[in-house]
């Protein structure tokens, strides 16, 4: 079962990355999944908004406490207060949950990108794929909440 850290070093981004790795935690898997999070890389398609990681967490934590029934408000409730008590244990953990922030470089621009391969800002985006799914692991473990 390979961690989402793995899945980054394939090269994969860090939504897809996180997302492959919890869903192989709990032992579910989908083709689908990679493309479902694609789009999420790079804090939403590269503006620097939410890490990937993050809302690749968000996704994997859904496939377990989320909802099925549109009617179904109280599972529904209930996952936005443990998305919420999630985010506020990663933003205490890094110090902030916005692509942006984390990395420091614009990843929209010729000038972050070119930044972001030369200083190899990867390597940190792995730091944060690990501890961010680290999190998420011990709410899908019930061990947080």
Do not use: W
């Amino acid at each position: 079962m390979p961690e989402a850290t793995v899945y980054h070093q394939q090269g994969f981004n860090c939504c897809e990355s996180t997302l492959m790795g919890l869903c192989d935690y709990l032992g579910k898997s989908c083709q689908f999944f990679p493309r479902l999070a694609t789009g999420f890389g790079g804090g939403f398609g590269h503006t620097g908004d939410v890490c990937g990681a993050i809302t690749g967490s968000i996704m994997a934590l859904g496939l377990k406490f989320g909802r099925d029934q549109a009617h179904d408000k109280k599972t529904r409730d209930d996952f936005y207060l443990l998305v919420e008590h999630f985010i506020n244990d990663v933003k205490k953990e890094l110090g902030a949950i916005d692509c942006i922030d984390l990395i420091g470089v614009p990843m929209n621009t010729e000038e972050g990108l070119n930044e972001y391969r030369k200083n190899n800002i990867h390597l940190k985006c792995r730091e944060f794929i690990q501890a961010i799914s680290q999190i998420a692991k011990e709410y899908l473990d019930q061990k947080r909440h």
